[in-house]
């Protein structure tokens, strides 16, 4: 039977981590993860939860402990955000070149200087090419879904790939809403445990992650651009089977009104919650525009974005993060602009930036962005500025 | 949908005010986001906690910045914070006072709004021996608003404690329920 509750997207990461019965957990506390797993620290001392806790001292060995124990066959978890996801950033690339199916969950936060406990998504994008699979989710229950769809997605033989699950620090990680849990036996039905990665055993010595030479590294690398292609469609599987089974799937992109839309915007994280009020209310005010939502970051859902996207005369890209010195706009608004070129839809694109450092995003910045995104339209014209919203010049 | 904005003081239980009524309404089968303002976190300091309240889902996750009710654990921040700001007309001022509501309406120089009071620090002390006075606030507030029931709350309370102490704050939710003055 479904429990309804309410829970915190960190708490609701917790509970899917304990219903997924995972064996070793390596963490460090950073806010505002910490409650992920001061929770998970709970199921194990009430016997909740049969795992071994590590308590690390520092992230990279967080993340250092967890490579060893999925490399021993044990099903994995940890949690970090902002400077931890930095000083980790090394053994990522470590995790996604082992092939580990490592699942960590990422309480979003901005990078210091000046320090800043809130939210954005600098850390994230940072860990864009680390080749990680990378989910961005936009509530509590989201978060506790993908959680479970990000083990199933992991172990599948022809990934085995680690995943990462994102979502807003403090909007998210702290705001309680309604989260309807399954069974535990229902969860591990879904996600039976079974070792389908190389280990190591004892019994039959192997290597991982010895020298690769000229003559295979490459070969290695070019494994890895296979496996992340083959996420795509093993992604759309396990969100289809998921809902089959728990009556809940997002899809990898999430369309929002978008049928008969004139203009969308683009978004992702609490932001896109965000950006689903404001679209009704402009479209209250007879503006047709729609919301493209971006669940799955990495790999991209190009077929997907392209789709949506391919109708509309302008499309406005909200990001989260700072692309410093990039050509043009925000990290995920480059996404947006090469999948659709490649694609060959033409659309007046921009880019906004908001939401930097925990600044509050209200409806009325969304409706600057939908505004600014009209008058581009109509424009008919291609701008090339990147629009700051809210920051004071 | 129905927005309330908490104020208090680190250690009151604002946060914690503002989860309890978000479970009470989605144990009615209610939508609901119950959030702190981020960061601020320091017994003493001035604290805001926010919940939103609707029969459909709530896709909003910005501060609240128009509430329709306010409830103000502490009734010094009455001077020391903006605590009416943005609050709007026939909206509710819920306090933690031991004035009574006409004083009250003085002080806030309002007459557009409705006024519950309860002396929130007496039962508190009275019932749980120390000053936390959340629970005694859902009482005045359900009481004056009926945005969730007494019965959701006493339900919300005891999941959110242990047993020993649901049963104490049970008892606050209660005699401030009984002993609220409320000026609609």
């Known amino acids: ?318 990001d989260r993060a700072i692309s410093f010195g990039a050509p043009y706009g925000g990290p995920v608004f480059a996404d947006i602009m090469e999948a659709l070129y490649m694609k060959g839809v033409d659309t007046l694109l921009s880019s906004f930036i908001l939401g930097i450092g925990g600044r509050p995003m209200y409806l009325h910045d969304v409706l600057t962005v939908i505004n600014k995104v009209k008058e581009i339209a109509e424009s008919g014209r291609r701008t090339i500025e990147t629009y700051y919203i809210g920051v004071r010049e | 949908m129905i927005e309330i904005r908490w104020h208090g003081r680190g250690g009151q239980g604002a946060v914690t005010a503002s989860q309890v009524t978000a479970e009470a309404a989605i144990i009615e089968g209610k939508y609901a986001q119950a959030f702190p303002e981020f960061g601020a976190e320091r017994r003493g300091a001035p604290v805001k906690a926010y919940t939103r309240i609707d029969e459909k889902p709530i896709y909003i996750r910005s501060p609240i910045v128009e509430p329709d009710i306010v409830v103000i654990l502490d009734p010094s921040l009455l001077v020391s914070e903006p605590v009416l700001d943005g609050l709007k007309k026939n909206g509710w001022v819920i306090i933690n006072s031991k004035k009574p509501v006409d004083e009250i309406r003085k002080t806030l120089g309002r007459s557009d709004v409705k006024i519950a009071r309860v002396d929130a620090d007496t039962i508190a002390l009275q019932i749980l021996k120390v000053p936390i006075v959340n629970t005694a606030m859902l009482g005045v507030l359900v009481k004056a608003t009926q945005i969730v029931s007494l019965d959701s709350i006493i339900d919300a309370v005891s999941r959110r404690f242990s047993e020993r102490i649901a049963k104490l704050n049970i008892e606050v939710v209660k005699k401030a329920y009984e002993e609220a003055e409320v000026s609609g």
């Open chain 1, 1 to 318: 039977m479904v429990k309804r509750t309410s829970l915190s997207s960190n708490y609701a990461v917790a509970y899917a981590v304990k219903m997924a019965d995972v064996d070793v957990i390596a963490a460090y506390p950073i806010t505002p993860q910490t409650h992920i797993v001061e929770k998970l620290s709970e199921f194990i001392a009430n016997g909740e939860l049969d795992a071994e806790m590590i308590h690390v001292e520092s992230e990279h060995s967080a993340m250092s402990a967890t490579i060893g124990a999925s490399a021993a066959g044990a099903r994995v978890f940890t949690a970090t955000a902002s400077q931890g996801l930095e000083l980790m950033h090394e053994i990522l690339h470590i995790a996604s070149g082992m092939r580990l199916p490592i699942v960590m969950a990422v309480a979003s936060r901005a990078l210091s200087p000046p320090i800043n406990i809130w939210s954005d998504y600098s850390d994230i994008m940072n860990a864009r090419d680390t080749g990680w699979i990378i989910y961005i989710v936009s509530s509590a229950q989201e978060a506790f879904d993908t959680i479970i769809q990000a083990y199933k997605l992991a172990e599948n033989k022809e990934v085995l790939l680690p995943v990462m699950v994102a979502f807003d620090g403090f909007v998210l990680s702290h705001t309680f809403e309604a989260v309807d849990l399954p069974e535990e036996e229902e969860v591990r039905r879904f996600i039976p445990k079974q070792v389908t990665w190389y280990t190591l055993d004892p019994e039959n010595p192997m290597t991982l992650g010895p020298l690769g030479p000229p003559e295979w590294y490459y070969e290695f690398k070019y494994q890895q651009v296979v496996a992340l292609n083959k996420a795509l469609e093993i992604a759309k599987q396990v969100d289809d089977e998921y809902g089959k089974v728990f009556g809940r799937k997002y899809g990898l992109v999430e369309p929002y009104r978008l049928d008969d839309a004139e203009i969308a915007i683009v978004a992702y994280g609490a932001l896109a919650s965000t950006a689903k009020a404001a679209v009704d209310e402009a479209r209250k005010n007879g503006v047709k525009v729609g919301l493209l939502r971006l669940r799955l970051f990495r790999p991209s859902p190009v077929e997907e974005i392209a789709k949506y996207l391919e109708n509309v005369k302008a499309v406005g890209v909200m």
